[in-house]
């Protein structure tokens, strides 16, 4: 065998790894210091129910010993409806998270990875038939709610959307309100879901730390009935509500206890029952 010389190692060309799966940035929206949006391109072939979610991320730092650069993915989910074009993402940003310290600083024009792999619970298909749907997010959990907003079998499967939205400050509501606003002006949206199914929407943003016209844990005021004063509903009732929920692990658990105790059942893609629950990140 012919010993590997230190010079033959200095020939060998440099590979630089090809992106797998790459998807080009189309554009970047930052909307505080801990929150950012952004669109890319969406794959021909990738097929996606609006509120699932896929991995995406960015080639990792070469490592030291091998060199070798390794894909650095993270769960996320599509902010964009099913029939979108392109792909929308909502992001947190990590100061000092593996990916989102990076994912942060995208450009127009940047690629990212994108495994077109699309899974989820936070589908139509995991609900039983009802008249009225409550999307319950806190922080980026409201990003698979963007998805299903702006999806038109929403409207069609029920005569009510309740949207509630919880972050601490009031800048952290504002992708959110935004799109919702916007969705009910925007002509593409109009034409394609109709005036009078936007009209169904019905937003219910609070906060938990800075002072805003409406304050409290969701679950504390879904507990207390403000939710429902405020909303004019009776209560909920497990023949006609289903409610779909994201955010962090106490969140879901707190929100699956009140949504049991007004009679709903967790559901699933092979089991559809009254709510469904999707974490809005790890830990
Ligand atoms: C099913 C699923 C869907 C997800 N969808 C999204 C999404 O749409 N948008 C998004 O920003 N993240 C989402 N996440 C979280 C995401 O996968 C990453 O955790 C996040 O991008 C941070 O990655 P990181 O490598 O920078 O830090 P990580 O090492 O992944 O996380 C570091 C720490 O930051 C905190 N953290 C992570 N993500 C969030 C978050 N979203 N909000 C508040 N705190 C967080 C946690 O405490 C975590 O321990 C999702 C996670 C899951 C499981």
Not at 57 to 70: A, C, E, H, R, S
Not at 120 to 138: E, M, N
Not at 190 to 216: D, F, H, Q, V, W
């Amino acid at each position: 065998m012919t010993p590997v010389t230190k010079s033959a190692i200095q020939a060998t060309p440099v590979k630089t790894p090809a992106l797998p799966d790459a998807q080009t940035v189309t554009s970047v929206q930052h909307w505080t210091d801990r929150l950012f949006s952004f669109r890319v391109s969406r794959p021909q072939s990738l097929r996606f129910r609006s509120g699932e979610f896929v991995m995406i991320g960015l080639m990792g730092d070469p490592d030291p010993k091998t060199g070798k650069q390794k894909p650095l993915l993270r769960a996320y989910s599509i902010a964009s409806p099913a029939w979108d074009e392109e792909l929308e993402f909502y992001s947190i940003k990590v100061q000092d998270g593996p990916l989102t310290s990076r994912l942060q600083h995208i450009q127009p024009g940047d690629q990212i990875i994108l495994r077109p792999k699309p899974v989820g619970t936070l589908v139509h298909d995991a609900l039983l038939p009802g008249k009225r749907i409550w999307f319950f997010a806190t922080g980026t959990g409201f990003a698979p709610f963007a998805s299903l907003l702006r999806e038109p079998e929403t409207y069609e499967k029920y005569d009510e959307v309740v949207i509630t939205h919880t972050c601490r400050e009031v800048a952290e509501l504002e992708y959110g309100r935004k799109l919702i606003e916007e969705l009910k002006q925007d002509e593409l949206m109009i034409e394609l879901i109709g005036a009078e199914n936007l009209a169904k929407i019905r937003y219910y943003p609070t906060t938990t730390r800075e002072e805003s016209p409406k304050m409290g844990r969701i679950t504390e005021l879904l507990k207390d009935g403000s939710v429902f004063r405020d909303l004019g509903i009776e209560t909920m009732n497990p023949e006609t509500d289903r409610a779909m929920v994201c955010g962090s692990l106490g969140f879901n658990m707190d929100l699956k206890e009140v949504l049991e105790s007004f009679g709903l059942r967790e559901g699933a893609n092979s089991d559809p029952k009254e709510y469904v629950v999707e974490k809005a990140f790890v830990g």
